[in-house]
Nanobody, 116 residues
Framework: QVQLQESGPGLVKPSQTLSLTCTVS??????????WNWIRRPPGKGLEWMGA???????FDSPSLKLHTSISRDTSKNQISLQLTSVTPADTAVYYC????????WGQGTQVTVSS
């Protein structure tokens, strides 16, 4: 059973860079054909797919966010990471790490608030 655990700061100031990490257990981020996604849900809004990184390190970007997001991985730690630059209060959301066929596996999510 794949388990995903997000971690990162709960509070970020506007214009700063948000960095989040997803630690994967019960599976490997290098498993062939796997993809590891970042998804967020702003308060009162729907889910927004932010991007993904594939088993071979290929990244997939959301057209609306690609100028501000970077997804990377550390295979030695079985972790994927998200960086979101120049954050604004609109980036306040619960951030999820998601994987598996049909987005079967979800982390519990981590709340991020952007506020001065």
């Amino acid at each position: 059973q794949v388990q995903l655990q997000e971690s990162g700061p709960g509070l970020v100031k506007p214009s700063q860079t948000l960095s989040l990490t997803c630690t994967v257990s019960g599976g490997s981020i290098t498993t062939k054909n796997s993809a590891w996604n970042w998804i967020r849900r702003p308060p009162g809004k729907g889910l927004e797919w932010m991007g993904a990184i594939g088993w071979d390190g290929t990244t997939f970007d959301s057209p609306s966010l690609k100028l501000h997001t970077s997804i990377s991985r550390d295979t030695s730690k079985n972790q994927i990471s998200l960086q979101l630059t120049s954050v604004t209060p609109a980036d306040t959301a619960v951030y999820y790490c998601v994987a598996g066929p049909g987005w079967r596996y979800w982390g519990q999510g981590t709340q991020v608030t952007v506020s001065s």
